[in-house]
């Protein structure tokens, strides 16, 4: 479904993505980890369309970016760490803008948004204003404005971050019935270990831009000789995940957990 080839991105003489390649097979969750400024962000909004890459090739389902941009938008998905959600809207206020953006028609739009939030259990908080909402539970929503248009691909840029451990397993339990039983393919940053180890089919450990190495969470503690994903991790990077990242960084992650409160 997605197919990256020696995938690069500058800013100015900075090397956020340095040469990267892989690929995510259909229905497969595949997962970007790594600290904080490893790249894993830059890399989903290339594939996002976001931004334009400086060098290197990105096929989503047989389509390339950015000639055919306008199409792979069409049938993706996106969650980003920002809130993308409004506060001063209900839960189905939000579902609906989103619904209609997509150009669903009325039934369609009535029956999607139920469907989706019987899927993430949020029935009861629906005409509630979201900013009432606890943090697991926005992101609940975001999820499922993304799944509206029946994208065929899902990208979540650290779905999680900034949730505290109980909201974080909620959210964990909805993309393992995303996996189970939704027709969707699913590509997720995460610098948490237990989230990469729990959830992902396959992951690429990216550090400083590069891509260190890919493999399920069991070929990789396999190949290191090491019993968790953290040792691993450690392993083949020579650092642990909470070294990587700069200011900006971590600036950003903690504006995001802030609004998440």
């Known amino acids: 479904m997605i197919k990256i080839d020696n995938l690069s991105k500058y800013f100015g003489p900075t090397k956020a993505v340095d040469g990267i390649s892989f690929d995510i097979k259909e229905g497969e969750l595949f997962g970007l980890l790594g600290p904080n400024g490893a790249?894993?962000?830059?890399?989903?909004?290339?594939?996002?369309?976001?931004?334009?890459?400086?060098?290197?090739?990105?096929e989503v389902n047989g389509y390339s970016i950015p000639k055919q941009s306008e199409i792979v938008r069409n049938f993706i998905g996106y969650v980003p760490q920002a809130l993308s959600s409004d506060g001063s809207l209900t839960g189905y206020e939000n579902l609906l803008i989103f619904a209609k953006l997509v150009g669903l028609n009325k039934k369609e739009r009535e029956e999607k948004i139920k469907e989706l939030a019987s899927l993430m259990g949020m029935e009861n908080v629906l005409n509630?204003?979201?900013?009432?909402?606890?943090?697991?539970?926005?992101?609940?929503?975001?999820?499922?404005?993304?799944?509206?248009?029946?994208?065929?691909i899902l990208l979540l840029d650290e779905p999680t971050i900034g949730l505290d451990p109980i909201a974080r397993r909620s959210v964990w339990e909805i993309l393992e019935k995303l996996k189970a039983n939704y027709d969707v393919t699913t590509l997720m940053s995460?610098?948490?270990?237990?989230?990469?180890?729990?959830?992902?089919?396959?992951?690429?450990?990216?550090?400083?831009?590069?891509?260190?190495?890919?493999?399920?969470?069991?070929?990789?503690?396999?190949?290191?000789?090491?019993?968790?994903?953290?040792?691993?991790?450690?392993?083949?990077?020579?650092?642990?995940?909470?070294?990587?990242?700069?200011?900006?960084?971590?600036?950003?992650?903690?504006?995001?957990?802030?609004?998440?409160?």
Do not use: W
């Not at 509630?128 to 926005?138: N, T």
């Open 190 to 261: 995460t610098h948490y270990m237990e989230e990469a180890e729990m959830l992902c089919d396959r992951l690429a450990i990216m550090d400083r831009g590069h891509i260190v190495a890919i493999g399920s969470p069991k070929e990789l503690m396999e190949k290191t000789e090491t019993n968790s994903l953290e040792q691993a991790f450690i392993a083949l990077t020579g650092h642990e995940v909470e070294e990587g990242g700069n200011f900006r960084e971590l600036r950003k992650v903690r504006r995001t957990a802030r609004r998440l409160q």
């Open 39 to 58: 790249g894993k962000t830059t890399t989903i909004r290339m594939i996002a369309t976001l931004i334009p890459q400086t060098s290197g090739t990105i």
């Open 128 to 152: 509630k204003l979201v900013r009432d909402y606890s943090g697991g539970m926005v992101r609940k929503l975001e999820i499922a404005q993304s799944l509206l248009h029946y994208p065929k």
